[in-house]
């Protein structure tokens, strides 16, 4: 059974900086695609960023030049550094993984941004 794991989140003022982790535990190897999505309260889940195992990223226009994702294959893990944050990125962030046909999502880290 694959689970993941999240941590990270936190309070930080505005202009601070935090960095969010995920380790994919289970029997598995070679994800393709590992990402990190948001969810704000009253609005729906967005994507913040992917990472491909080919090494391509993406980002949302929202968090370009700010954040930056990165992924450690050998042991599984998913992060994303997140700098110069905002009030607006205040949300639950969530881990994912595309494996095998299946979605697997984190439980979910709070990030909250005060001004």
């Known amino acids: 059974q694959v689970q993941l794991v999240e941590s990270g989140g936190g309070l930080v003022q505005a202009g601070g900086s935090l960095r969010l982790s995920c380790t994919a535990s289970?029997?598995?190897?070679?994800?393709?695609?590992m990402g990190w999505y948001r969810q704000a309260p009253g609005k729906q889940r967005e994507l913040v960023a992917t990472s491909t195992s080919g090494g391509s990223t993406n980002y949302a226009d929202s968090v370009k030049g700010r954040f930056t994702i990165s992924r450690d294959n050998a042991k599984n893990t998913v992060y994303l550094q997140m700098n110069s944050l905002k009030p607006e990125d205040t949300a639950v962030y969530y881990c994912?993984?595309?494996?095998?046909?299946?979605?697997?999502w984190g439980q979910g880290t709070q990030v909250t941004v005060s001004s």
């Open positions: 289970g029997r598995i190897i070679n994800i393709p695609t």
């Open positions: 994912h993984i595309g494996w095998r046909g299946y979605d697997y």
